[in-house]
DNA sequence: TCAAAAGTGTTTCTCGTACACCCATGT
DNA sequence: ACATGGGTGTACGAGAAACACTTTTGA
């Protein structure tokens, strides 16, 4: 320990080439290396309902079984090339489903599965992530036509979802739930414009019980004055009584 | 999609059978596979202080530099033996470098950190926990004797650590940070018995901002009602003037 | 004209915060 | 006796919750 601080801060060189000739001469040992995929747990919301984005499996381990949009991470071959990020791969999977580019979700990581035995085909390691898809781009997701396509389902008990999805599906509603609670995460759930009975039903519907309209509005009301959020300009909705319309901050289109 | 659900409801055995014949004659691809690794971030309390283990790195990545404990998965190779979880490696780990066991420490997955060169020798992708372990069982840790010994340093914006392990000390931090605000996960950094201002201390300590003793007692003593803590007998300990001992529901040791 | 939902106001209660003060002990 | 820090009391303000009430539409 002692000799390791000398050489830092008696010869700074020769620490760096020794690192360096190290790399160079450095060979990959023979470790046992698991599998490595993305999963996202995809949520949006349609006709007021909280929805999932999951694709039926067509082939063996739990064909025919309802399961979360994946794939594996790319990692390159060697110190050169590494390969892409958890969030890139992630990012790629959810383009390839939905069409929607990376900076139109709210993206964010959930946590690693990677229980034995959780895919019987061979270890796998999961990494999760959660995502929040604005309803109002929704459409490019492919409808049910061909097979292997996504659709937005119900999330539901009664689900029999492959793997351990279920689970993951589990975490991903739970910290959906907490996230509602401390930040204004449910914009991401949101159309450009909406009223505040609307975000209310969002709210209620992710934090599962009613929200007090008074008590909601009032809540709301002082996003305004914190700069969150603002009236967008003059127009209504009509449903029964006209409602405001409002936006975050920002946001244009 | 129609005759995978068919296929299910009218014959059930042989959807079973196809899966078995899938897996015995599944082999498996040949994607790369990245190295994935467990890291520890453990925290205790040590002369008043907020401390983490960590190693002197003795090998050329990093060689000098501080690092987390951690190591490989151990996964197996193949559908038949699939290894250890992810739980499993890390408190194999942490018993190696501490000689605790895995059931005197609370143990909390942070995420998984997998940018591409954050190990310059190939693609690791780490899996970070979190433990807390309570100061009266680190006596276990062996001293800074031999190399390569783990030790407990005071997290600092000074320490030169190794690969990532500052954004992952760092995410640990915060996360602490959050927990101790909604949950009483102070009580496995406390001893078994311990009184207010001890208590007291650790959630400054870890909040990072003074607390108040009127305030933080009235709060504590809600504690004792919801049974979560209770008074330990009679005993006090003294330092300026004698304070109360208690200790949380359901510790005896 | 009635039901339904938007929007407003009011009251109460709880909790956190700030801060003044008493009490027991070591030096 | 006095400084230190444990332990106690109190007063104020912000926010949550409960709920009654007015307004504006469609049917």
């Known amino acids: 320990m002692k000799q390791a601080r000398a050489t830092k801060v008696a010869e700074p060189h020769q620490a760096a080439l020794e690192e360096a000739a190290f790399l160079a001469a450095y060979r990959p040992g023979d470790f046992a290396r698991p599998s490595v995929t993305v999963d996202v747990v995809a949520f949006t919301m349609i006709d007021a309902l909280l929805r999932v984005l999951l694709v039926r499996r067509a082939q063996p381990p739990f064909k025919g079984y309802w399961a979360l949009p994946g794939g594996f991470v790319r990692v390159g071959d060697g110190q050169r090339?590494?390969?892409?990020?958890?969030?890139?791969?992630?990012?790629?999977?959810?383009?390839?489903?939905?069409?929607?580019?990376?900076?139109?979700?709210y993206l964010e990581q959930l946590g690693a599965f990677g229980a034995p035995y959780r895919d019987p085909r061979m270890r796998v390691i999961s990494v999760a992530f959660y995502a929040l898809v604005r309803p109002d781009l929704v459409?490019?997701?492919?409808?049910?036509?061909?097979?292997?396509?996504?659709?937005?389902?119900?999330?539901?008990?009664?689900?029999?979802?492959?793997?351990?999805?279920a689970t993951i599906l589990a975490a991903a509603r739970e910290r959906l739930r907490e996230r509602v609670r401390s930040t204004s995460i449910a914009a991401s759930l949101l159309p450009p414009a909406f009223t505040?009975?609307?975000?209310?039903?969002?709210?209620?519907?992710?934090?599962?019980?009613?929200?007090?309209?008074?008590?909601?509005?009032?809540?709301?009301?002082?996003?305004?004055?914190?700069?969150?959020?603002?009236?967008?300009?003059?127009?209504?909705?009509?449903?029964?009584?006209?409602?405001?319309v409002y936006r975050f901050c920002g946001r244009r289109s």
């Open 139 to 165: 459409a490019r997701v492919r409808g049910g036509g061909d097979a292997n396509a996504a659709e937005w389902v119900e999330p539901s008990a009664k689900l029999r979802l492959a793997f351990d999805h």
């Open 196 to 244: 505040i009975p609307e975000i209310r039903h969002v709210y209620s519907t992710l934090i599962g019980e009613r929200q007090d309209p008074g008590n909601f509005r009032r809540r709301f009301l002082g996003m305004i004055d914190e700069g969150i959020v603002e009236r967008a300009p003059g127009k209504r909705i009509t449903m029964s009584k006209p409602a405001a």
């Open 81 to 105: 090339e590494q390969g892409e990020s958890l969030e890139a791969a992630v990012s790629r999977e959810l383009e390839e489903e939905t069409g929607l580019r990376p900076s139109d979700v």
